[in-house]
Every structure is written in structure tokens, then in C-alpha cells.
Antibody, heavy 120, light 112 residues
Framework: EVQLVESGGGLVQPGRSLRLSCTASGFTFGDYAMSWFRQAPGKGLEWVGFIRSKAYGGTTEYAASVKGRFTISRDDSKSIAYLQMNSLKTEDTAVYYC???????????WGQGTLVTVSS | QTVVTQEPSLTVSPGGTVTLTCASSTGAVTSGYYPNWFQQKPGQAPRALIYSTSNKHSWTPARFSGSLLGGKAALTLSGVQPEDEAEYYCLLYYGGAQLNWVFGGGTKLTVL
């Protein structure tokens, strides 16, 4: 059974940093792209970014709203994906979800999400 | 800025058929946008239903189908069940210099 468990969320002040982790199990982690999505309270879904598998170069892509501030990385030996969030803004407040999938089925499996609140 | 538009809300009777659509501000949606559809119920994470326009995941009920219709991506539910009441989101791929995946605003489907 595929499982994705996000952790690392919490309350953080504007301008500070936070790192989220996504621990995966139940599939060959290194074979799949890992993505991050978010959902602000009461709002719709937003794609944040993804990292390709090593077979596709392990490169990353980001939404314009987070490019230059957020960084996605992966540790295939530990089956963990990370989302490093710097220079956080109040509008980054959301539930953050990690997903696994291919480059076409970007979000086949979803974690339960972790809440990030950016507030002073 | 690219905008993906869905119906804000739709209502369907149990056993009925309903079609949700997903339009792009850039023009007609084609298979090259790799339309994905997701279902989200209150307090839950989204669940993938359809990928690449019309392909179902192993857990997707047979009553859900995806297609292209009149320049839009479409999700059709045939024989709607009460448990289908949920928010539905489409997701489109935009390639190019700035790769981007964009969600529609979601359709709240009420089964009444």
C-alpha cells in the first residue's frame, strides 16, 4: 500500500524558513516524480512544484509564485522528499500535500497534508 | 496569467448523469494538456480520478469518465451516487519556457 506522510508544518513568522518532509513507503520511491501542492484555508488547490526521478535528471520545476523561495529535493536512500520554504509570506499559509506520480500523472497518490501557518 | 475555469457548482439527482467541464484561457484544451481530474471531500486529501484526458486509475469507479468536449476537458458521472457529492478539480499542464500545472477553481457537486 502506498503511503505518503508529510511532516514539519507549524506556525512560522513572515520572512522565516521552514522545511517540510514527505516520507514515502509502499513503492519504489526513486522511480517516481515527487510533487508538492498546497491549499489555502477554504480555497482551491495550487501546484507548488515537483522533482523528477533520477532517471529523468532529478531536476525541479516550480510555480511562479514560489520560484526562488522554495526548493524541492529528494533522498532516494531514505524515500523522503523535502520542501524547503524560505522568505515565507502570509499568503503561503496553506495545507501542503506531497504526491507521487509520473511526469504525466503527477499526483497519483496523495499524503494527508501538513498545515503551515505564516503569521506574526 | 493562465486561468482554468470550471463550473462553480452543479446539482444532480441520484442515478442521474452530469458533466463537469474545464476550460483554458489560452484556447481549446487538447490531449497535450494532459487533463487530470481529482475528487476532494471535506476534511480529506484530494483523490486522483482521471489522468491524460480519459485514463482511469485502478480505484476509479466505472461511472466516472473523462473526455474532450467542445474545446474543454470534461468529467462525466453516469449513475451518480450520494457518495459522489464532493468538490472536483481539473488540472492542466502548460509546457514551454515556464512549465506550469494549473488547477481549475473546482466544481462543488451536490447530489440531491
Amino acid at each position: 500500500e502506498v503511503q505518503l506522510v508529510e511532516s514539519g508544518g507549524g506556525l512560522v513568522q513572515p520572512g522565516r524558513s521552514l522545511r517540510l518532509s514527505c516520507t514515502a513507503s509502499g513503492f519504489t520511491f526513486g522511480d517516481y516524480a515527487m510533487s508538492w501542492f498546497r491549499q489555502a484555508p477554504g480555497k482551491g488547490l495550487e501546484w507548488v512544484g515537483f522533482i523528477r526521478s533520477k532517471a529523468y535528471g532529478g531536476t525541479t520545476e516550480y510555480a511562479a509564485s514560489v520560484k526562488g523561495r522554495f526548493t524541492i529535493s529528494r533522498d532516494d536512500s531514505k524515500s523522503i522528499a523535502y520542501l524547503q520554504m524560505n522568505s515565507l509570506k502570509t499568503e503561503d499559509t496553506a495545507v501542503y500535500y506531497c504526491t507521487s506520480g509520473t511526469l504525466i500523472t503527477l499526483a497519483t497518490f496523495w499524503g494527508q497534508g501538513t498545515l503551515v501557518t505564516v503569521s506574526s | 496569467q493562465t486561468v482554468v475555469t470550471q463550473e462553480p457548482s452543479l446539482t444532480v439527482s441520484p442515478g442521474g448523469t452530469v458533466t463537469l467541464t474545464c476550460a483554458s484561457s489560452t484556447g481549446a484544451v487538447t490531449s497535450g494538456y494532459y487533463p487530470n481530474w481529482f475528487q476532494q471531500k471535506p476534511g480529506q486529501a484530494p483523490r486522483a480520478l482521471i489522468y491524460s484526458t480519459s485514463n482511469k486509475h485502478s480505484w476509479t469507479p466505472a461511472r466516472f469518465s473523462g473526455s474532450l468536449l467542445g474545446g474543454k476537458a470534461a468529467l462525466t458521472l453516469s449513475g451518480v451516487q450520494p457518495e459522489d457529492e464532493a468538490e472536483y478539480y481539473c488540472l492542466l499542464y502548460y509546457g514551454g519556457a515556464q512549465l506550469n500545472w494549473v488547477f481549475g477553481g473546482g466544481t462543488k457537486l451536490t447530489v440531491l
